[in-house]
């Protein structure tokens, strides 16, 4: 069953025999990914996907096998219902990321100049993405921006580990392609 700890496992089983709190507190051990996931998924709106996605895992819970780990189980069902969200919606899919914003660095402030180039650079990574046709992008988003594993990613995408490699090695390729023309800053040299 996977590498789940005894008290995810505790936590499960009283769950399933109906217990609300044991619930409440195998989604909190994972709640930040979900919420992640949401987020890159639908934008805005993947608090509400994940609150929602919360509550059909409750309802469903009692179909969970147990073939694959929880945390897999459930983000399968934040991701589906984000979609649903961007689907239903009809909007165009905004990512609310901030790469570097989510990783803590004891480091100085950066410049002005040197914060501005980063988010210039953040923002044509996203939209590099973004533009991903979806089995690319949503293979990318779950093993670079997520940092699920592979098999996470495989067992999400429902599909087997060497498509997630050849999908994530294609994806990197055009993502390498696209963000490999040089960003003119008006300063040619006169050489």
């Known amino acids: 069953m996977g590498g789940r700890s ?21 989604l909190h051990l994972h709640q930040d990914a979900a919420r992640r996931l949401a987020r890159f998924l639908c934008g805005s709106d993947g608090d509400d996907a994940t609150q929602e996605a919360f509550v059909k895992s409750w309802s469903s819970l009692s179909r969970y096998r147990g073939d694959a780990p929880f945390r897999s189980w459930l983000l399968r069902i934040v991701a589906n219902e984000s979609r649903n969200r961007v689907r239903a919606s009809g909007r165009r899919r905004q990512y609310e990321l901030r790469l570097a ?5 004891g480091e100085a402030a950066p410049s002005p100049e040197v914060a501005a180039l980063e988010r210039e650079r953040r923002t044509r990574l996203l939209e590099a993405i973004d533009a991903l046709p979806e089995h690319l992008r949503e293979v990318v988003v779950y ?20 498509t997630v490699k050849s999908r994530l090695s294609r994806a990197l390729d055009r993502l390498r392609a696209e963000l490999a023309e040089p960003v003119r800053d008006g300063r040619e040299s006169d050489g």
């Open 6 to 26: 005894l008290d995810e496992d505790e936590l499960l089983r009283q769950a399933r025999e109906g217990g609300l709190d044991a619930y409440a507190e195998l």
């Open 101 to 105: 914003a989510d990783r803590t660095s």
């Open 143 to 162: 093993r670079h921006l997520l940092e699920l594993s592979e098999a996470e990613t495989a067992d999400l995408l429902d599909a087997p580990a060497g």
